[in-house]
């Protein structure tokens, strides 16, 4: 994850009260409770508050992840030629593939990405309607020849974290540890690489436009040429995220706002480009099921706290978010405020 450079210092000239807060998590696995409650008492207060924290000591094998960013950028180093052949409209129920993403926000972003899968089933149809699934085929480069193997073993380990983040996030909530866990069982999960070049007009583009992500938690890996920028809970302040070397950032999604009453609020963020250098970003998007209907969990609603969203079909809000983009722009992309109890 490379070494701090000059974005990381200027970015150390921020006010220290900005910066987003960074959470050792090796106390979290300690035997000693104090330091495990401690965890989840930073945690809560960072999902309350900024919607956005750091992780160090996450368990993540760095050369794992070395391997993994090595594998990536030898891909977006090839001739676009050679990329163009892995696009995504040659099948667009294909979400796996190369191409560059918009999701959903009907913009176009300065960047190229390839999504890879954790996923094992993906929807049949672009139809927002229709939430069945099949098997999804992802397609994989050739080149290089450890890039699949290196994605993989890299979505696995997301995954391990998630599920860890997520028991975290559950007991900040005040619920047991795995109250969370059932909504994952067939997870809908995914990676994706970005590589945003370095933009001759920097102050007329972004490399990922002002949005939230659609699921639980994003875990984003970001390198030291920065840009990402979130807008905190608490105050609606645009923030950058300073860059930690070989930390995670993790990003609140739609689906813990829901899950907690409001408690938790998605992160609106964005990503800056620069006319200087390339920056690469790691997001994972750790998803619910398909078929997971969502809603407030009981236990957080009471007469005094009602709920403040309706039951709906995250299979059907996954899609509407996935398919409805600047090609379709007929279709109604669904976002959190539909499904909202305004009283
Ligand atoms: O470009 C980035 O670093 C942000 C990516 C992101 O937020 C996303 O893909 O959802
Ligand atoms: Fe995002």
Known sequence: MGQYCDAATMQATLDGNDYVPVIDLSASNSSDSNGAAGVVAEIGDACEKWGVFQVINHGVPLELHERFELA????????????RKMRKDIDPLNPYDYGYEEFSKKVEDWKEVFDFPL???????????????????PQWPEYPPEFREACEAYGREMEKLSFRLLELISM??????????GFFKDHTSMGRLIHCPPCPTPQLALGTHAHTDVGALTILSQDDAGGLEGQRTIDGKWLPVQFVPNAYVINVGDMLEVWSNKKYVSLVHRAKVNSERERFSIPFFFNPAQYVT????????????????RAFSWGKYYNSRKYGN???PDMQVLRLKHFRVFD
């Not at 089933?121 to 099949?134: A, I, K």
């Open 326 to 328: 600047f090609k379709n």
């Open 294 to 309: 969502m809603e407030p969990i009981e236990e957080l609603t009471n007469e005094q706290t009602p709920a403040k969203y």
């Open 119 to 137: 996923e094992k089933e993906m929807p049949v149809s672009c139809d927002t309607n229709n939430t069945q699934t099949r098997e999804a085929i």
């Open 72 to 83: 990536m950028k030898k891909f977006f180093a090839q001739p676009l030629v050679e990329k």
């Open 172 to 181: 900040s909530l005040g619920l047991p540890k795995q109250r969370l866990h």
